[in-house]
């Protein structure tokens, strides 16, 4: 049977959103606060979400510490403690929660033990984002 | 098409284990949760609904009959219980949060009056947890 599971990883992260494209003014009236030049932080939550037939040995879409061990080399390990302006995949864009939903994306799309649905980030309690590929998230998921 | 969703919480006991493996085995798989005295979590289920708004009631369904059907065909069942050792379908299907996820659905479908089973997610932590849409 075809079940979803869901896992939670937590970090705690700084950036600043501003484009080269804009002059100054432009970038302070877009961002606001969100410009401020030394940056500002977060502690954001990702939500994966995958899906799989069940391995009748298991009972289990995948195996826990497979995924966990894959988070914290592909995940944790790059954006914990990091300022994410000067990461590779936010060179050349802002870093958006929305750009950081699909890089996310990204990422879990090479775990190879079941289908990712879906990328959720709470980048505060207020603000959270969702990216399911060329997908519609299912109904009733979010 | 309006969906509802009501929560209820059980406290549990399980362990992993694979009785076709060697300790060995299940120890290398599932590691920790192999412990054969077991450990507990407190779950949180969520059962969604799907249905139309009774026109004269305003309710897609009765909340306090969502939640008398929640404790007599679940909670009553599972809470305070060892899932291995007390619950039938943990006899044969390992109590993962997926398996979990899976015999409540069965254990709901078609008990709903006027509404579809739209979904069963149950949490075994804040930070995991596992949906079931009915789908085979």
Partial sequence: MKAHLSRRYHFSASHRLHTETFDEAKNQAVFGKCNNPHGHGHNYTVQV??????????????????????????????????????????????STTENLSIEIYRIFQKFPSAHLEQIHIEETSNNSFDFAGDRTPPSGTL | ?????RKAEFSSAHYYWNDAWSPEENQRVFGKCANRNGHGH??????????????????????????????????????????????????????????????????????????????????????????YYGEP
């Avoid at chain 2, 098409?1 to 969703?5: A, D, K, S, Y």
């Avoid at chain 2, 059962?47 to 939640?67: N, R, W």
Wanted: charged share 20%; proline share 4%; glycine share 2%.
């Fill in chain 2, 42 to 131: 407190n779950y949180t289920l969520e059962v969604t609904v799907a249905g139309a708004v009774d026109p004269v009631s305003g309710f897609v369904v009765d909340l306090k009959q969502l939640k008398d059907i929640l404790e007599h065909e679940v909670v009553s069942i599972y809470d305070h219980r060892h899932l291995n050792l007390e619950v039938p379908e943990f006899k044969t299907a390992i109590p993962t949060t997926e398996n979990i996820a899976i015999a409540i659905w069965q254990r709901l479908n078609n008990k709903i009056p006027n509404a579809k089973l739209h979904r069963v997610r149950v949490y075994e932590m804040p930070d995991l947890f596992a949906d």
């Fill in chain 1, 49 to 94: 979400t995958l899906s799989g037939q069940l391995d009748p040995a298991t009972g289990m879409v995948c195996n826990l510490a497979d995924l966990d061990s894959f988070a914290q080399k592909n995940l944790l390990a790059r954006f914990d403690r990091a300022n994410l302006n000067t990461l590779d995949c936010f060179a050349e864009q802002v």
């Fill in chain 2, 1 to 5: 098409m309006i969906f509802l969703t």
